[in-house]
């Protein structure tokens, strides 16, 4: 494992996408930088995903992480809103295999549990967690959006060099070499017999 290593968190949302870096150097962390990505102005779905994938990708071209943790999309209800969700993630990761980082998914419940102890922590309580492991000043504090997104990464930060049952990917060819099985192949029509 290299010694010094950046480490980009994002917390994906159609609303807002948070997100959060830190700089590893051996057990030692950093934040170097979190904020959130406000997409409410945007009333078309598409022009939203076209600014989480710009937007990551600055964040990559701007601070050059080793690694992209983000937080994979939870079971809800509501089948649009995880449609959406999926979308915004989809995205993202998409603007890390192009720039060949790559990528961890963690579950909302290993994130909690690995920074808090509780799969049940409230998201103020993961983000008073960060703030004392990372000393961040309180008036530095940000959105709940941001915690997550560095939530995310810091979750990463503590799996490295451990092994992890979480999905992670490597470039493009990985992403469908592990995925190939959910991807169908167009049939092509028969020829009609004549």
């Known amino acids: ?8 968190g994002i917390d994906p949302g159609t609303t807002i996408m948070g997100y959060g870096i830190l700089k590893v150097n051996g057990n030692k ?6 904020g959130v990505l406000d ?48 979308r915004a993630q989809g995205v993202a990761m998409s603007a890390a295999l192009y720039r060949d980082i790559p990528i961890t998914e963690y579950a909302p419940l290993k994130i909690k549990m690995a920074i808090t102890g509780s799969g049940n922590a409230s998201k103020e ?14 008036d530095q504090m940000l959105p709940l959006d941001a915690t997550d997104g560095l939530a995310a990464a810091y979750c990463h930060f503590l799996q490295l060099g451990r092994p992890t049952s979480e999905k992670a990917y490597s470039g493009w060819k990985d992403f469908i070499a592990k995925n190939e099985s959910k991807v169908k192949t167009p049939r092509t029509k028969k020829p009609e017999k004549e």
């Open 29 to 34: 962390t950093e934040m170097l930088a979190m």
């Open 39 to 86: 997409l409410k102005k945007y009333t078309d779905h598409y022009l939203k995903l076209q600014r989480i994938f710009a937007r990551t990708l600055s964040l990559i071209d701007e601070f050059h992480p080793d690694h992209l943790a983000i937080e994979a999309p939870f079971f809800g209800k509501n089948v649009q809103s995880m449609l959406k969700l999926g």
């Open 1 to 8: 494992m290299p010694k010094e290593q950046i480490i980009l």
């Open 125 to 138: 309580q993961v983000a008073d967690m960060l703030r004392r492991f990372l000393s961040i000043p309180q």
